[in-house]
């Protein structure tokens, strides 16, 4: 069975990351949009993020795709914001039981403020068995290896959950 891919991001270094795991595992994506958009501006959108992370605030998002009930595995990724996970993501948590899922967390980071994303994913999802969260660095430009690692270490071989791929006949 396929896995959900899903994400909110800000700059597109998570939807890039969301992407690659979406060829590395043959996975549906869903992107999560917030109703009104974060500020362009670096510091407007520091100062929202943690009044709306220290406020617990669940931004309204717009309608999105697939759900997770049909999915057993569900990749969730966010920005790193403030040492945890964007509001918006966690709006979208906040909407679903999980309980017998598996959930891989990973996110976008500019090695700022760590945090423990694992942690704050498992705090929305406390029935579901949450893995390692992988923390991918913006300026990395090629996390193929990266990804594909980190599925190794959580057990999960690329494609594994399709089946493998079996290669082209040869003509």
Sequence with gaps: MKPLIVCYSYTGHTREAALRLQSLTGGDLCQIFPRQPYPVSFPQLLEQARQEIAAGVRPRLLVMGPGPQPYRTIFVGSPNWCGTIAPPLASW?????????????????????????????????PKAEVKEALGILETETAPEDVLGQWLARNGVRPNAVLGERKAPADP
């Design 93 to 125: 948590l906040s909407h679903y039981d999980f309980s017998g899922k598996i959930l891989f967390p990973f996110y976008s980071h500019c090695d700022g403020v760590r945090g423990d994303l694992r942690e704050a994913v498992r705090r929305f999802c």
